[in-house]
Nanobody, 128 residues
Framework: QLQLVESGGGLVQPGGSLRLSCAAS????????IGWFRQAPGKEREGVSC????????YYTGSVKGRFTISRDNAKNTVYLQMNSLKPEDTAVYYC?????????????????????WGQGTQVTVSS
């Protein structure tokens, strides 16, 4: 069974950091483009970042550039999202997703429909 599991969410003060993990079971992540998305209450799910399956290229949505870093550890079959300088507006449920078909491009940040597999999400709350 193909499964993605996110972890690492929690409550953090503004300016703090968290590292989210996206672990795969049943398939090998290095064959897939991986995206991180988030959804705040009452809002649509939005793209945060994505990373290529081949050459490590990454893309970010504008609001997180310079603060978030996506990376992958193929040996651990895990993709990470390091989030620094967190702001209250980063509060959301964060999801990772995997796509094994689409040619990698900057569209991977926002094109939810290209992803075939999704995790259950992890809550990130930024509040003092």
């Amino acid at each position: 069974q193909l499964q993605l599991v996110e972890s690492g969410g929690g409550l953090v003060q503004p300016g703090g950091s968290l590292r989210l993990s996206c672990a795969a079971s049943g398939f090998t992540l290095d064959d897939y483009t991986i995206g991180w998305f988030r959804q705040a209450p009452g809002k649509e799910r939005e793209g945060v970042s994505c990373i290529s399956d081949t050459d490590g290229r990454t893309y970010y949505t504008g609001s997180v550039k310079g603060r978030f870093t996506i990376s992958r550890d193929n040996a651990k079959n895990t993709v990470y999202l390091q989030m620094n300088s967190l702001k209250p507006e980063d509060t959301a449920v964060y999801y990772c997703a995997a796509d094994g078909i689409t040619t990698f491009s900057s569209m991977c940040v926002n094109r939810r429909t290209q992803y075939d597999y999704w995790g259950q999400g992890t809550q990130v709350t930024v509040s003092s």
